[in-house]
């Protein structure tokens, strides 16, 4: 049974508990919920992003920005949709921090190819995601979930 929701939990704030059972390992993927159709469209939006802005002269474009915006946006839209209707998924709970992790870096492509930011920032930003990605995989490795 899930703990009750709360403005806090619905919003984030709070994730005291243990994760939801339907995101643990030995459970099925459920691919077909609104939480994971929203991290499809996210990750839908990554390419899109990346073609604008390559196409525009200063990787600058206005379109993309907006796409970037709402990709974004969507981390958090997708975890309110999975709490407000209980659709929690291990599919959900792999996808999620993949788009998240291939949005940082779709935006610290283009930062770089444009110098729009002082590489040595990005170098932080893209040095942070590949610490975590060592992570994670040694993490899995050792046989724990993520």
Known sequence: MSPPITKRRLFGLDRSGPPPVATGPDQPLHPWTIPNAIGFARAALIPIIL?????????????????????????????????????????????????????????????????LLPRWALAIVLTRELVMLAAGHAWLRRGFAI
């Open 51 to 115: 073609v604008l802005e390559y196409g525009s002269r200063h990787g600058t474009d206005a379109t993309a920005g907006v796409c970037f915006f709402f990709a974004g946006g969507g981390d958090y839209l997708d975890g309110i949709s999975a709490r407000l209707t209980g659709q929690y998924s291990r599919l959900g709970a792999t996808l999620d921090p993949i788009i998240d992790r291939l949005l940082v870096l779709a935006g610290v492509a283009v930062c770089w190819s444009y110098e």
